[in-house]
């Protein structure tokens, strides 16, 4: 094979879907402590120990390819011109520096389209935290933006946990060479290859979909399956996302919440999904909008492990009750671990590749003629498949430490769709269970008031649970 990787179908349209007003990278904010990068802080020392992380991830230094004559998905090759200088930027808060002015900016960078001539990522140095100097042993925060073509939830995961180490003074690691360079024509001859051999593919896929579609229909009979898509009611942020962003954060003890999830014998996941669920329900209750019937969670599902379909995102996903119509908090974690086992069933049961094998043969034109449809017509806003993306993502229990400083949080942020104008993902950490949050501010103007919820409704938890 060529010195390049292609995109799969998956991977690919997170490209095609991607406008202007819908920028399809995820994120993630990492809160840092400056006093042990040993040393001390200096921007450039972390530009030349991220340089040194770099050289051994190829992932970083990477970007598309494609030729005129392709017809089939873009590639991955090494960029000859890498310069880190166009990735790695530095900005200061405003004084006070505190979590509003952070969030402010992270929301506008996270609203910024990435360079596709480039390798899909970005990072950001943000200093001033709360007052403090980084150079004198204070707090630093790092945004990190890559492509959700690049990444799913556990392969970026992945990336952050090499950029990290369990030392402060950890060594560099060796070079790793990247994936190579392809010409045009090479691109389009591998191509050509794979577009003619879609016919095969998908005899290959039809017969796993019909399963599919057949154990659907008997688990509906007997009432045995997950959430259906277009069941979600109308909130104020399922409407078509505008070209901003705001976004806000939570920390919650992972204790707490283990405490709670043996109490109750359910699953950690049960427990995230009832926090978002008691933290959206006193959200709307206060802004007079909870809808009659329940809220509607889309779960990405990591099919890691499960699939040997080539690309980076190997996911499926799963629609979640969040059952937001019972008040109180101990019977709705009850209703919600109850239907999530149905929907967890459900979703086993259907081929882990059926959404990776069917994305493989969509053509670009399809994606984009579809968004144009979608935020012309408004046809999200009129029927929406789910409320928001609830996604967790379990991370490392050890002390870690970017580029020498100790990671004191790491928020992550997925991207919004039309019609689903609210992703709010957690990542467990050494200990803490850190929520992100992020929306429009023409959506959810508040979004602070929403995330400030979470620690009122693990409180409820755990009283309940401590009685």
């Known amino acids: 094979m060529p010195g390049y990787q292609r995109l799969s179908g998956l ?31 200096t921007f450039d020392k972390m530009r030349q120990m991220l340089s040194e992380r770099i050289a051994a991830m190829p ?43 952070l969030a402010e900016i992270c929301g506008h960078i996270a609203a910024l ?41 556990v392969t970026g995961a992945n990336l952050m946990s090499q950029l990290c180490t369990l030392e402060p003074d950890a060594p560099a690691p060796e070079p790793v060479a990247g994936s190579g360079t392809a010409s045009e024509l090479e691109i389009a001859v591998g191509g050509a290859v794979k577009y003619f051999s879609r016919p095969l593919k998908l005899a290959n896929v039809l017969p796993s979909t019909a399963t599919s579609v057949i154990d659907t229909v008997r688990r509906a009979a007997k009432g045995l399956t997950m959430a259906a898509p277009f069941a979600a009611p109308k909130t104020a942020f399922n409407v078509n996302v505008t070209g901003h962003r705001n976004v806000a954060f939570a920390q919650l003890d992972l204790e707490d919440i283990k405490t709670v999830k043996n109490h109750f014998h359910v699953k950690v996941n049960d427990v995230v999904l009832a926090l978002v669920s008691g933290a959206l329900r006193r959200y709307l209750l206060e802004q007079d909008a909870l809808p009659e019937s329940t809220l509607v969670a889309m779960c990405p599902v990591s099919v890691h492990g499960k699939s040997d379909r080539p690309g980076r995102n190997q996911v499926s996903g799963m629609f979640s009750k969040l059952e937001t119509t019972i008040e109180d908090p101990a019977e709705r974690l009850r209703a919600i671990a109850d239907s999530s086992t149905v929907a967890k069933q459900h979703s086993s049961a259907i081929s882990a590749t059926l959404l990776q094998d069917w994305s493989q043969f969509a053509a670009p034109s ?46 992550p942020l997925g991207p919004l769709f039309h019609g689903s104008g609210l992703n709010i993902t957690v990542m467990s950490l050494n200990g803490t269970l850190d929520v992100g949050l992020i929306s429009c501010p023409e959506l959810v103007p508040d979004l602070w008031a929403m995330a400030d919820e979470f620690a009122t409704e693990l409180d409820e938890l755990v009283a309940a649970a401590t009685v």
């Open 59 to 101: 992932e970083f230094r990477e970007k598309l390819a494609d030729s005129p004559l392709n017809l089939d998905h873009p590639v991955w090759v090494e960029d000859p011109d890498f310069d880190i200088d166009r990735h790695l930027h530095r900005i200061g808060l405003p004084a006070p520096g505190g979590r509003t002015e």
């Open 366 to 411: 399809v994606f984009g003629a579809a968004m144009r449809v979608l935020a012309v017509t408004k046809l999200a806003e009129a029927m929406p498949v789910h409320n928001l993306v609830v996604s967790n993502v379990p991370g490392p229990q050890d002390p870690l430490y970017m580029l020498g400083a100790e990671v004191k949080a790491m928020y």
């Open 11 to 41: 991977d690919a349209s997170f490209l095609y879907l991607e406008t202007a007003v819908q920028p399809l990278h995820v994120c993630s904010v990492l809160e840092l402590d400056a006093a042990t990068i040993p040393g001390g802080y």
């Open 113 to 153: 389209q990435l360079d596709r001539s480039r390798p899909l990522w970005e990072m950001w140095v943000i200093e001033n935290i709360a007052g403090t100097d980084a150079h004198n042993g204070g707090r630093l925060a790092v945004m990190v933006k890559m492509h959700h073509a690049g990444i799913d939830g």
